[in-house]
DNA sequence: CCGTAAATGTCGTCG
DNA sequence: CGACGACGTTTACGG
Protein backbone atom coordinates (compact mmCIF):
# COMPACT_ATOMS: atom_id res chain seq x y z
CA UNK A 1 0.00 0.00 0.00
CA UNK A 2 1.82 3.28 -1.02
CA UNK A 3 0.03 6.71 -0.07
CA UNK A 4 0.08 9.81 -1.19
CA UNK A 5 -0.73 13.30 -0.05
CA UNK A 6 -0.33 15.66 -3.03
CA UNK A 7 -2.17 18.44 -4.98
CA UNK A 8 -3.35 16.90 -8.05
CA UNK A 9 -5.85 16.73 -10.76
CA UNK A 10 -7.59 13.68 -12.15
CA UNK A 11 -9.40 12.75 -15.42
CA UNK A 12 -11.63 9.40 -15.58
CA UNK A 13 -12.64 8.37 -19.01
CA UNK A 14 -14.84 5.11 -18.93
CA UNK A 15 -18.40 4.47 -18.61
CA UNK A 16 -18.53 8.14 -18.08
CA UNK A 17 -16.45 11.27 -17.88
CA UNK A 18 -15.01 12.84 -14.96
CA UNK A 19 -13.16 15.39 -13.96
CA UNK A 20 -11.37 16.75 -10.73
CA UNK A 21 -9.73 20.29 -11.07
CA UNK A 22 -6.54 20.69 -8.86
CA UNK A 23 -6.13 20.42 -4.72
CA UNK A 24 -5.30 18.76 -2.40
CA UNK A 25 -5.72 14.75 -2.03
CA UNK A 26 -4.99 11.49 -0.74
CA UNK A 27 -4.13 9.06 -3.15
CA UNK A 28 -3.86 5.32 -2.29
CA UNK A 29 -2.40 2.47 -4.36
CA UNK A 30 -3.38 -0.43 -2.99
CA UNK A 31 -0.76 -3.78 -3.09
CA UNK A 32 -3.92 -5.55 -6.24
CA UNK A 33 -2.79 -2.16 -8.09
CA UNK A 34 -6.76 -0.26 -6.89
CA UNK A 35 -6.37 3.34 -6.96
CA UNK A 36 -8.50 5.52 -4.69
CA UNK A 37 -8.17 9.52 -4.97
CA UNK A 38 -9.63 10.88 -1.86
CA UNK A 39 -10.50 14.30 -0.25
CA UNK A 40 -10.71 15.72 3.64
CA UNK A 41 -14.59 15.01 3.39
CA UNK A 42 -17.26 12.64 2.49
CA UNK A 43 -18.04 9.51 3.06
CA UNK A 44 -15.94 6.01 2.34
CA UNK A 45 -16.58 6.60 -1.59
CA UNK A 46 -13.43 8.11 -3.07
CA UNK A 47 -13.90 10.97 -5.77
CA UNK A 48 -12.39 8.93 -8.21
CA UNK A 49 -10.85 5.49 -8.38
CA UNK A 50 -10.25 2.62 -10.56
CA UNK A 51 -10.57 -1.15 -9.03
CA UNK A 52 -8.11 -3.90 -9.73
CA UNK A 53 -7.33 -5.34 -11.94
CA UNK A 54 -5.26 -2.30 -13.85
CA UNK A 55 -2.26 -1.25 -14.40
CA UNK A 56 -0.52 1.93 -13.53
CA UNK A 57 1.75 3.97 -15.90
CA UNK A 58 4.03 6.62 -14.32
CA UNK A 59 5.67 9.31 -16.71
CA UNK A 60 5.95 13.14 -17.23
CA UNK A 61 4.36 15.47 -19.35
CA UNK A 62 6.16 17.75 -21.42
CA UNK A 63 6.81 20.33 -18.14
CA UNK A 64 7.91 18.09 -16.21
CA UNK A 65 4.69 17.30 -14.28
CA UNK A 66 3.77 13.75 -12.87
CA UNK A 67 1.70 11.61 -14.97
CA UNK A 68 -0.04 8.39 -13.93
CA UNK A 69 -2.41 6.59 -16.21
CA UNK A 70 -3.86 3.85 -14.43
CA UNK A 71 -5.81 1.54 -17.25
CA UNK A 72 -8.08 -1.50 -17.02
CA UNK A 73 -8.64 -4.41 -19.79
CA UNK A 74 -12.18 -2.67 -20.36
CA UNK A 75 -9.72 0.62 -21.46
CA UNK A 76 -11.00 2.41 -18.86
CA UNK A 77 -8.57 5.09 -17.70
CA UNK A 78 -7.83 7.40 -14.82
CA UNK A 79 -5.21 10.20 -15.31
CA UNK A 80 -3.52 11.57 -12.07
CA UNK A 81 -1.43 14.71 -12.49
CA UNK A 82 0.73 15.23 -9.33
CA UNK A 83 1.95 18.58 -9.25
CA UNK A 84 3.37 18.44 -5.75
CA UNK A 85 3.49 15.79 -3.37
CA UNK A 86 3.24 16.74 0.28
CA UNK A 87 3.70 12.83 2.17
CA UNK A 88 4.31 9.64 0.34
CA UNK A 89 4.56 6.72 2.87
CA UNK A 90 4.81 2.79 1.69
CA UNK A 91 3.93 -0.26 3.79
CA UNK A 92 3.15 -3.89 3.12
CA UNK A 93 0.63 -4.41 5.12
CA UNK A 94 -0.04 -8.44 4.09
CA UNK A 95 -3.12 -10.25 3.76
CA UNK A 96 -6.30 -9.40 5.48
CA UNK A 97 -8.02 -11.98 7.92
CA UNK A 98 -11.70 -10.46 6.49
CA UNK A 99 -14.79 -9.05 8.08
CA UNK A 100 -17.25 -11.26 10.34
CA UNK A 101 -20.71 -10.11 9.47
CA UNK A 102 -23.84 -11.01 11.91
CA UNK A 103 -27.40 -9.58 11.36
CA UNK A 104 -27.71 -9.49 7.61
CA UNK A 105 -30.98 -10.76 5.74
CA UNK A 106 -29.47 -14.47 5.85
CA UNK A 107 -30.01 -14.56 8.87
CA UNK A 108 -32.75 -12.46 9.26
CA UNK A 109 -34.66 -15.15 7.55
CA UNK A 110 -32.78 -17.95 9.07
CA UNK A 111 -34.21 -17.14 12.22
CA UNK A 112 -37.69 -16.48 11.08
CA UNK A 113 -37.58 -19.94 9.34
CA UNK A 114 -37.57 -21.28 12.98
CA UNK A 115 -40.35 -19.06 14.42
CA UNK A 116 -42.87 -19.47 11.91
CA UNK A 117 -45.18 -19.06 14.36
CA UNK A 118 -44.33 -15.47 14.72
CA UNK A 119 -46.71 -14.72 11.40
CA UNK A 120 -49.05 -16.76 12.57
CA UNK A 121 -50.40 -19.25 15.60
CA UNK A 122 -50.46 -22.95 13.58
CA UNK A 123 -48.36 -21.88 10.73
CA UNK A 124 -45.77 -23.93 9.30
CA UNK A 125 -42.98 -24.04 7.43
CA UNK A 126 -42.90 -26.06 4.31
CA UNK A 127 -39.08 -24.55 2.93
CA UNK A 128 -36.65 -22.28 2.63
CA UNK A 129 -35.66 -20.30 -0.59
CA UNK A 130 -38.13 -22.49 -2.27
CA UNK A 131 -36.89 -22.73 -6.24
CA UNK A 132 -38.86 -20.59 -8.87
CA UNK A 133 -37.51 -20.07 -12.68
CA UNK A 134 -37.36 -16.74 -11.56
CA UNK A 135 -35.34 -16.90 -8.26
CA UNK A 136 -35.82 -18.64 -4.99
CA UNK A 137 -39.05 -17.50 -2.33
CA UNK A 138 -37.44 -16.93 0.63
CA UNK A 139 -40.20 -18.67 2.62
CA UNK A 140 -42.76 -20.74 1.68
CA UNK A 141 -45.20 -21.27 4.52
CA UNK A 142 -48.39 -23.26 5.50
CA UNK A 143 -51.32 -21.24 7.51
CA UNK A 144 -53.40 -22.53 9.95
CA UNK A 145 -56.17 -23.05 7.49
CA UNK A 146 -53.86 -24.91 4.89
CA UNK A 147 -53.42 -22.14 2.84
CA UNK A 148 -49.93 -21.58 1.56
CA UNK A 149 -47.94 -18.46 1.70
CA UNK A 150 -44.97 -16.94 0.54
CA UNK A 151 -42.64 -15.14 2.48
CA UNK A 152 -39.93 -12.48 1.57
CA UNK A 153 -37.93 -11.37 3.68
CA UNK A 154 -36.35 -8.00 4.15
CA UNK A 155 -33.79 -6.01 6.33
CA UNK A 156 -35.47 -2.93 4.60
CA UNK A 157 -38.96 -3.31 2.61
CA UNK A 158 -39.13 -0.83 0.03
CA UNK A 159 -40.96 -0.94 -3.29
CA UNK A 160 -38.43 -3.28 -4.93
CA UNK A 161 -39.17 -6.28 -2.52
CA UNK A 162 -42.71 -6.36 -3.21
CA UNK A 163 -42.53 -6.36 -6.90
CA UNK A 164 -40.56 -8.89 -6.42
CA UNK A 165 -42.73 -10.97 -3.98
CA UNK A 166 -45.51 -9.96 -6.56
CA UNK A 167 -43.66 -11.94 -9.32
CA UNK A 168 -43.01 -14.93 -7.25
CA UNK A 169 -47.02 -15.15 -6.35
CA UNK A 170 -47.89 -14.14 -9.89
CA UNK A 171 -45.91 -17.59 -10.80
CA UNK A 172 -46.92 -19.63 -7.46
CA UNK A 173 -50.39 -19.09 -8.33
CA UNK A 174 -50.29 -20.81 -11.76
CA UNK A 175 -49.58 -24.04 -10.17
CA UNK A 176 -52.95 -25.78 -9.39
CA UNK A 177 -51.12 -27.67 -6.80
CA UNK A 178 -50.33 -24.61 -4.61
CA UNK A 179 -52.93 -22.02 -5.91
CA UNK A 180 -54.03 -19.76 -4.22
CA UNK A 181 -50.80 -19.02 -2.66
CA UNK A 182 -50.85 -15.86 -0.08
CA UNK A 183 -47.99 -13.09 0.45
CA UNK A 184 -46.65 -11.66 3.31
CA UNK A 185 -43.73 -9.04 3.09
CA UNK A 186 -41.81 -9.26 6.49
CA UNK A 187 -38.95 -6.69 7.13
CA UNK A 188 -37.62 -4.80 10.03
CA UNK A 189 -38.37 -1.77 8.77
CA UNK A 190 -41.12 -1.09 6.27
CA UNK A 191 -41.35 2.02 4.12
CA UNK A 192 -44.98 3.37 3.95
CA UNK A 193 -44.53 3.19 -0.24
CA UNK A 194 -44.23 -0.18 0.13
CA UNK A 195 -46.95 -0.95 2.52
CA UNK A 196 -48.87 1.20 0.73
CA UNK A 197 -48.30 -1.10 -2.77
CA UNK A 198 -48.21 -4.38 -0.79
CA UNK A 199 -51.60 -3.92 0.96
CA UNK A 200 -53.11 -2.39 -1.92
CA UNK A 201 -51.59 -6.09 -4.05
CA UNK A 202 -53.35 -7.86 -0.96
CA UNK A 203 -49.85 -8.70 0.78
CA UNK A 204 -49.61 -8.75 4.29
CA UNK A 205 -47.03 -6.49 5.97
CA UNK A 206 -44.77 -7.84 8.74
CA UNK A 207 -42.95 -5.86 10.93
CA UNK A 208 -39.48 -8.13 12.38
CA UNK A 209 -38.38 -7.87 15.81
CA UNK A 210 -34.82 -9.03 15.11
CA UNK A 211 -33.59 -8.65 19.15
CA UNK A 212 -36.77 -10.61 19.55
CA UNK A 213 -36.83 -13.37 17.22
CA UNK A 214 -32.71 -13.45 18.28
CA UNK A 215 -33.86 -13.53 21.84
CA UNK A 216 -36.23 -16.39 21.52
CA UNK A 217 -33.29 -18.72 20.76
CA UNK A 218 -32.05 -17.62 23.61
CA UNK A 219 -32.42 -20.53 26.65
CA UNK A 220 -32.45 -18.05 29.07
CA UNK A 221 -35.98 -16.67 27.28
CA UNK A 222 -37.25 -20.08 28.54
CA UNK A 223 -37.18 -19.34 31.90
CA UNK A 224 -40.36 -17.56 31.61
CA UNK B 1 -7.15 14.47 7.54
CA UNK B 2 -5.28 12.04 9.42
CA UNK B 3 -3.71 8.65 8.14
CA UNK B 4 -2.56 5.42 10.08
CA UNK B 5 -1.11 2.45 9.06
CA UNK B 6 -1.32 0.18 12.40
CA UNK B 7 -1.65 -3.03 13.29
CA UNK B 8 -5.68 -2.99 14.85
CA UNK B 9 -8.56 -4.92 15.65
CA UNK B 10 -12.13 -3.00 14.70
CA UNK B 11 -15.50 -4.02 15.84
CA UNK B 12 -18.62 -2.21 14.28
CA UNK B 13 -21.52 -2.31 16.20
CA UNK B 14 -24.99 -0.54 14.33
CA UNK B 15 -27.23 -2.11 11.27
CA UNK B 16 -25.07 -4.91 11.52
CA UNK B 17 -22.40 -6.31 14.08
CA UNK B 18 -18.90 -7.06 12.22
CA UNK B 19 -15.28 -7.64 13.92
CA UNK B 20 -12.06 -7.57 12.10
CA UNK B 21 -9.16 -9.66 13.31
CA UNK B 22 -5.88 -8.65 14.14
CA UNK B 23 -4.23 -7.49 11.05
CA UNK B 24 -2.48 -4.33 9.17
CA UNK B 25 -4.10 -1.55 8.44
CA UNK B 26 -4.75 2.07 6.73
CA UNK B 27 -7.36 3.79 9.02
CA UNK B 28 -8.27 7.57 7.43
CA UNK B 29 -9.41 10.48 9.74
CA UNK B 30 -11.06 12.94 7.50
CA UNK B 31 -11.28 16.64 8.71
CA UNK B 32 -15.22 15.94 8.62
CA UNK B 33 -14.94 13.12 11.06
CA UNK B 34 -15.48 10.33 8.61
CA UNK B 35 -13.49 7.35 9.63
CA UNK B 36 -12.09 4.33 7.22
CA UNK B 37 -10.27 1.07 7.43
CA UNK B 38 -8.66 0.31 4.49
CA UNK B 39 -6.82 -3.09 3.83
CA UNK B 40 -4.62 -4.00 0.90
CA UNK B 41 -6.32 -4.95 -1.76
CA UNK B 42 -10.26 -5.14 -2.41
CA UNK B 43 -11.89 -2.00 -3.98
CA UNK B 44 -13.01 1.36 -2.83
CA UNK B 45 -15.02 0.02 0.03
CA UNK B 46 -13.39 0.10 3.68
CA UNK B 47 -13.42 -3.33 5.19
CA UNK B 48 -15.16 -0.93 8.32
CA UNK B 49 -16.08 2.80 8.57
CA UNK B 50 -17.63 5.75 10.05
CA UNK B 51 -19.77 8.02 7.86
CA UNK B 52 -19.35 12.29 9.05
CA UNK B 53 -20.95 13.15 11.11
CA UNK B 54 -19.54 11.20 14.40
CA UNK B 55 -17.18 11.50 17.67
CA UNK B 56 -14.11 10.52 18.06
CA UNK B 57 -13.04 9.36 21.21
CA UNK B 58 -9.31 8.06 22.36
CA UNK B 59 -8.44 6.19 25.34
CA UNK B 60 -6.88 2.92 26.49
CA UNK B 61 -7.86 -0.16 27.84
CA UNK B 62 -6.47 -1.72 30.95
CA UNK B 63 -3.59 -3.47 29.25
CA UNK B 64 -2.33 0.17 27.73
CA UNK B 65 -3.99 -0.64 23.46
CA UNK B 66 -5.15 2.72 22.60
CA UNK B 67 -8.64 2.03 21.73
CA UNK B 68 -10.31 4.67 19.50
CA UNK B 69 -14.09 4.85 19.95
CA UNK B 70 -16.17 6.13 16.88
CA UNK B 71 -19.81 7.30 17.24
CA UNK B 72 -22.73 8.87 15.95
CA UNK B 73 -26.43 10.27 16.56
CA UNK B 74 -27.63 7.14 15.87
CA UNK B 75 -25.18 5.19 18.47
CA UNK B 76 -23.57 2.86 16.04
CA UNK B 77 -20.09 2.29 17.15
CA UNK B 78 -17.01 1.77 16.03
CA UNK B 79 -14.24 0.53 18.00
CA UNK B 80 -10.74 0.44 16.68
CA UNK B 81 -7.97 -1.08 19.07
CA UNK B 82 -4.53 0.40 17.89
CA UNK B 83 -1.65 -2.42 18.58
CA UNK B 84 1.51 -1.23 16.99
CA UNK B 85 1.37 1.98 14.75
CA UNK B 86 3.69 1.84 11.66
CA UNK B 87 3.25 5.36 10.44
CA UNK B 88 1.23 8.62 11.22
CA UNK B 89 0.45 11.55 9.06
CA UNK B 90 -1.62 14.65 9.01
CA UNK B 91 -2.36 16.85 6.47
CA UNK B 92 -4.65 19.90 6.20
CA UNK B 93 -5.83 19.31 2.39
CA UNK B 94 -8.52 21.81 2.62
CA UNK B 95 -12.16 22.19 0.55
CA UNK B 96 -12.49 19.92 -2.73
CA UNK B 97 -13.63 21.65 -5.98
CA UNK B 98 -15.88 18.67 -6.25
CA UNK B 99 -16.11 16.42 -9.21
CA UNK B 100 -17.40 17.60 -12.52
CA UNK B 101 -19.46 14.38 -14.55
CA UNK B 102 -20.62 13.52 -17.60
CA UNK B 103 -22.59 10.62 -19.56
CA UNK B 104 -25.22 9.64 -17.13
CA UNK B 105 -28.47 9.08 -17.29
CA UNK B 106 -29.64 13.21 -17.11
CA UNK B 107 -27.33 13.83 -19.98
CA UNK B 108 -28.98 10.74 -21.70
CA UNK B 109 -32.79 11.63 -21.38
CA UNK B 110 -31.64 14.86 -22.62
CA UNK B 111 -30.20 14.19 -25.65
CA UNK B 112 -33.42 11.74 -26.51
CA UNK B 113 -35.60 14.69 -25.58
CA UNK B 114 -34.04 16.33 -28.59
CA UNK B 115 -33.74 13.88 -30.51
CA UNK B 116 -37.27 11.96 -30.21
CA UNK B 117 -37.23 10.80 -34.25
CA UNK B 118 -34.91 8.78 -33.51
CA UNK B 119 -38.17 6.36 -31.75
CA UNK B 120 -40.09 6.67 -34.76
CA UNK B 121 -40.82 9.26 -37.61
CA UNK B 122 -43.11 11.80 -36.89
CA UNK B 123 -43.22 11.31 -32.78
CA UNK B 124 -42.98 14.45 -31.26
CA UNK B 125 -42.14 15.43 -27.34
CA UNK B 126 -44.71 16.40 -25.14
CA UNK B 127 -42.71 16.98 -21.82
CA UNK B 128 -40.02 15.47 -20.22
CA UNK B 129 -39.99 14.53 -16.15
CA UNK B 130 -44.11 14.42 -16.87
CA UNK B 131 -45.33 13.93 -12.91
CA UNK B 132 -47.28 11.39 -11.58
CA UNK B 133 -47.86 10.53 -7.90
CA UNK B 134 -45.67 8.04 -8.17
CA UNK B 135 -42.74 9.99 -9.62
CA UNK B 136 -41.91 11.31 -13.18
CA UNK B 137 -42.03 9.76 -16.33
CA UNK B 138 -38.90 10.49 -18.00
CA UNK B 139 -40.44 11.40 -21.57
CA UNK B 140 -43.85 11.85 -22.67
CA UNK B 141 -44.28 11.23 -26.79
CA UNK B 142 -46.62 11.49 -29.15
CA UNK B 143 -45.97 8.86 -31.96
CA UNK B 144 -46.92 9.27 -35.34
CA UNK B 145 -50.20 7.86 -35.32
CA UNK B 146 -51.35 10.53 -31.90
CA UNK B 147 -50.81 7.68 -29.52
CA UNK B 148 -49.46 8.92 -26.42
CA UNK B 149 -46.00 6.87 -25.09
CA UNK B 150 -44.57 6.77 -22.06
CA UNK B 151 -40.64 6.02 -22.46
CA UNK B 152 -37.98 5.47 -19.32
CA UNK B 153 -34.41 6.19 -20.00
CA UNK B 154 -31.69 4.30 -18.45
CA UNK B 155 -28.11 3.35 -18.97
CA UNK B 156 -28.22 0.16 -17.91
CA UNK B 157 -32.09 -1.43 -18.35
CA UNK B 158 -32.81 -4.31 -15.60
CA UNK B 159 -35.72 -5.46 -14.49
CA UNK B 160 -36.34 -2.57 -11.96
CA UNK B 161 -36.60 -0.50 -14.99
CA UNK B 162 -39.07 -2.37 -16.68
CA UNK B 163 -41.20 -2.93 -13.32
CA UNK B 164 -40.87 1.53 -12.92
CA UNK B 165 -42.40 2.08 -16.06
CA UNK B 166 -45.08 -0.70 -15.76
CA UNK B 167 -46.29 1.19 -12.89
CA UNK B 168 -46.43 4.87 -14.76
CA UNK B 169 -48.56 2.87 -17.41
CA UNK B 170 -51.04 1.68 -15.03
CA UNK B 171 -51.28 4.76 -13.65
CA UNK B 172 -51.14 6.83 -17.10
CA UNK B 173 -54.03 4.58 -18.67
CA UNK B 174 -56.79 5.35 -15.82
CA UNK B 175 -56.26 9.18 -17.44
CA UNK B 176 -59.12 9.02 -20.23
CA UNK B 177 -57.59 12.04 -22.03
CA UNK B 178 -54.20 10.34 -22.19
CA UNK B 179 -55.39 6.58 -22.53
CA UNK B 180 -54.37 4.39 -24.39
CA UNK B 181 -50.97 5.26 -23.13
CA UNK B 182 -47.81 2.47 -24.74
CA UNK B 183 -44.62 2.47 -23.10
CA UNK B 184 -40.81 2.50 -24.42
CA UNK B 185 -38.06 0.98 -22.53
CA UNK B 186 -34.83 3.01 -23.78
CA UNK B 187 -31.23 2.19 -22.43
CA UNK B 188 -27.61 1.86 -23.67
CA UNK B 189 -28.03 -1.66 -22.74
CA UNK B 190 -31.20 -3.94 -21.82
CA UNK B 191 -30.28 -7.33 -19.74
CA UNK B 192 -32.10 -10.04 -22.03
CA UNK B 193 -34.53 -11.16 -18.59
CA UNK B 194 -35.76 -7.16 -18.45
CA UNK B 195 -36.26 -7.34 -22.27
CA UNK B 196 -38.22 -10.39 -22.36
CA UNK B 197 -40.22 -8.72 -18.74
CA UNK B 198 -40.40 -5.80 -21.16
CA UNK B 199 -41.65 -7.48 -24.26
CA UNK B 200 -44.70 -9.82 -22.58
CA UNK B 201 -45.80 -6.69 -21.30
CA UNK B 202 -46.65 -5.18 -24.64
CA UNK B 203 -43.63 -3.02 -24.08
CA UNK B 204 -41.22 -1.73 -27.08
CA UNK B 205 -37.44 -2.01 -26.38
CA UNK B 206 -34.82 0.74 -27.64
CA UNK B 207 -31.29 0.42 -27.76
CA UNK B 208 -29.59 3.80 -27.14
CA UNK B 209 -26.62 4.49 -29.07
CA UNK B 210 -24.80 7.28 -26.61
CA UNK B 211 -22.41 8.63 -29.03
CA UNK B 212 -25.05 8.54 -32.15
CA UNK B 213 -27.04 10.69 -29.87
CA UNK B 214 -24.50 13.44 -28.64
CA UNK B 215 -23.06 13.28 -32.57
CA UNK B 216 -26.25 14.19 -33.54
CA UNK B 217 -25.73 17.74 -31.73
CA UNK B 218 -22.23 17.85 -32.99
CA UNK B 219 -22.95 20.79 -36.10
CA UNK B 220 -19.81 18.75 -37.98
CA UNK B 221 -23.05 16.01 -38.39
CA UNK B 222 -25.07 18.32 -40.69
CA UNK B 223 -22.46 19.23 -43.32
CA UNK B 224 -23.49 15.65 -44.76
C1' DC C 1 -18.62 -16.10 -16.92
C1' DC C 2 -23.49 -14.30 -16.74
C1' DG C 3 -27.47 -12.93 -14.02
C1' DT C 4 -29.82 -11.69 -9.87
C1' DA C 5 -30.31 -9.94 -5.30
C1' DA C 6 -28.19 -7.56 -1.17
C1' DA C 7 -25.75 -3.56 0.80
C1' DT C 8 -23.70 -0.68 7.50
C1' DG C 9 -24.92 0.54 0.22
C1' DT C 10 -23.84 6.14 -0.84
C1' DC C 11 -25.41 10.23 -3.13
C1' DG C 12 -28.26 13.60 -5.18
C1' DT C 13 -32.90 15.74 -5.50
C1' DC C 14 -37.23 16.98 -4.40
C1' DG C 15 -41.31 17.28 -1.50
C1' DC D 1 -35.94 15.31 7.45
C1' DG D 2 -37.97 11.41 4.76
C1' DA D 3 -38.85 9.22 0.33
C1' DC D 4 -37.05 7.82 -4.17
C1' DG D 5 -34.16 6.76 -7.91
C1' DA D 6 -29.35 6.68 -9.91
C1' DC D 7 -24.83 4.86 -9.31
C1' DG D 8 -18.32 4.33 -13.07
C1' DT D 9 -22.92 1.41 -7.90
C1' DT D 10 -19.82 -2.81 -5.52
C1' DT D 11 -20.22 -7.30 -3.75
C1' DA D 12 -21.73 -11.90 -2.86
C1' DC D 13 -23.98 -15.98 -4.57
C1' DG D 14 -25.83 -19.54 -8.14
C1' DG D 15 -26.25 -21.73 -12.55
Redesign the pocket.
Known amino acids: MRILVARCTVE?A???T?RLPEANRVIMVKADGAVLVHADG????PL????APCSLLASHDESGVIVWTVSNKAA?T?EIRILEVLADVEHDLGPDPG?V?DG??AHLQELLALHVHTLGAGWSLIRREHPTP??PVDLLCRDANGTTVAVEV??RG??D?VE?LTRYLDLLNRDALLAPVRGVFAAQQI????RTLAEDRGIRCVVLDYEALRGADDPSWRLF
Open positions: YGRLAGSYKNWMSELLKVEIGKREIGQRPQA
